[in-house]
C-alpha cells in the first residue's frame, strides 16, 4: 500500500492535477459570460495550480529543498531536507486540496449569492502566495549570494506572479458593494482552506514519512538549488 502511495505521489499526481486542471479551464471558457466571479475564482485556482506545482516540483523543481530549510527543525542539519516537513506525500495533499477546494467553493458562488466571499477568498490566497514566494526568494538570495544567486527567484515564483497575482488582480476590479459579512465569509473560506491543507493533514503525516523506510515520499534532489549546495552552504 505504501509503495503504490509512494508511486501516485511522484508523477500520476501530478498528471491527475494537470488534467483537472484543463477541465477546469474548459468549462471556465464555455461558462465566462454566466459565472460570478466567486465561482470564476474558485476554476482559477484549479487552472493554476497545475502549473504553479509544475514549476515547484519539475521546472526548475527545488522548492521543497529551501522550504524544508526554513521550517525544518535546526537539529536535523540537511539529513531530511528531502522529506522533512515537506514530502512528496504531504505536499500532494496540499496542492490537491488548493485545487479542489476552491472548485467545491465556486458552486456555493454560483448558486448561493456567495460570489463575493469566495471572490475575497481567492484574492487573500492569491496575494498570500505571491508574497509568500518574493519572501522566500528574498530569503534565497540572501542566502546563496555568495554561491552565485543572482535574483530573488524561487519555484513557483514565476507562475505565482504570471498567473496568481493577475488573477488576483481581476476579482477585486469584479468586486462591488461589498458587506462586512463578505469579509468575515471570505476569511473563514481561506482559514478552512489553509487550515484543511496545511496543519490538519501535514502535522500528522510528516513524522509518519520520516517512518518510512529508504527514500519513500522523498523528493530525489534539490533540484533549483542544487548548483548553489556544498557541504558547507546546504
Same mark, same amino acid.
Given at each position: 500500500?505504501?509503495?503504490?502511495?509512494? &508511486?501516485? =505521489?511522484?508523477?500520476?499526481?501530478?498528471?491527475?492535477?494537470?488534467?483537472?486542471?484543463?477541465?477546469?479551464?474548459?468549462?471556465?471558457?464555455?461558462?465566462?459570460?454566466?459565472?460570478?466571479?466567486?465561482? #470564476?475564482?474558485?476554476?482559477?485556482?484549479?487552472?493554476?495550480?497545475?502549473?504553479?506545482?509544475? +514549476?515547484?516540483?519539475? =521546472?526548475?523543481?527545488?522548492?521543497?529543498?529551501?522550504?524544508?530549510?526554513?521550517?525544518?527543525? #535546526?537539529?536535523?542539519?540537511?539529513?531530511?531536507?528531502?522529506?522533512?516537513?515537506?514530502?512528496?506525500?504531504?505536499?500532494?495533499?496540499?496542492?490537491?486540496?488548493?485545487?479542489?477546494?476552491?472548485?467545491?467553493?465556486?458552486?456555493?458562488? &454560483?448558486?448561493?449569492?456567495?460570489? @463575493?466571499?469566495?471572490?475575497?477568498?481567492?484574492?487573500?490566497?492569491?496575494?498570500?502566495?505571491?508574497?509568500?514566494?518574493?519572501?522566500?526568494?528574498?530569503?534565497?538570495? #540572501?542566502?546563496?549570494?555568495?554561491?552565485?544567486?543572482?535574483?530573488?527567484? =524561487?519555484?513557483?515564483?514565476?507562475?505565482?506572479?504570471?498567473?496568481?497575482?493577475?488573477?488576483?488582480?481581476?476579482?477585486?476590479?469584479?468586486?462591488?458593494?461589498?458587506?462586512?459579512?463578505?469579509?468575515?465569509?471570505?476569511?473563514?473560506?481561506?482559514?478552512?482552506?489553509?487550515?484543511?491543507?496545511?496543519?490538519? &493533514? +501535514?502535522?500528522?503525516?510528516?513524522?509518519?514519512?520520516?517512518? &518510512? +523506510?529508504? @527514500?519513500?515520499?522523498?523528493?530525489?534532489?534539490?533540484?533549483?538549488?542544487? #548548483?548553489?549546495?556544498? @557541504?558547507?552552504?546546504?
Amino acid at each position: 500500500m505504501v509503495k503504490k502511495l509512494d &508511486q501516485w =505521489c511522484d508523477n500520476i499526481w501530478l498528471v491527475c492535477l494537470g488534467i483537472l486542471g484543463v477541465i477546469a479551464a474548459i468549462l471556465l471558457v464555455l461558462n465566462w459570460n454566466n459565472w460570478t466571479p466567486g465561482a #470564476k475564482g474558485g476554476a482559477f485556482l484549479a487552472v493554476i495550480m497545475p502549473l504553479h506545482v509544475l +514549476e515547484e516540483w519539475k =521546472c526548475p523543481g527545488g522548492l521543497h529543498y529551501i522550504y524544508n530549510i526554513i521550517f525544518g527543525p #535546526k537539529k536535523f542539519g540537511n539529513k531530511y531536507l528531502d522529506r522533512y516537513p515537506m514530502s512528496r506525500f504531504t505536499d500532494m495533499i496540499t496542492n490537491i486540496g488548493l485545487a479542489v477546494i476552491p472548485l467545491i467553493y465556486a458552486v456555493p458562488a &454560483q448558486l448561493a449569492g456567495m460570489s @463575493d466571499m469566495i471572490a475575497i477568498c481567492i484574492i487573500i490566497l492569491s496575494f498570500g502566495e505571491v508574497l509568500a514566494h518574493t519572501v522566500v526568494g528574498c530569503y534565497s538570495l #540572501k542566502r546563496y549570494r555568495k554561491a552565485g544567486k543572482r535574483f530573488i527567484y =524561487c519555484p513557483g515564483f514565476f507562475t505565482a506572479y504570471v498567473l496568481f497575482l493577475p488573477a488576483g488582480i481581476y476579482l477585486c476590479s469584479r468586486l462591488s458593494n461589498v458587506t462586512v459579512a463578505d469579509v468575515i465569509g471570505g476569511l473563514v473560506a481561506m482559514a478552512v482552506l489553509g487550515i484543511v491543507c496545511v496543519p490538519l &493533514q +501535514e502535522t500528522p503525516l510528516k513524522k509518519w514519512v520520516l517512518k &518510512q +523506510e529508504g @527514500d519513500t515520499f522523498a523528493f530525489a534532489n534539490p533540484k533549483y538549488y542544487a #548548483k548553489f549546495v556544498d @557541504d558547507d552552504n546546504y
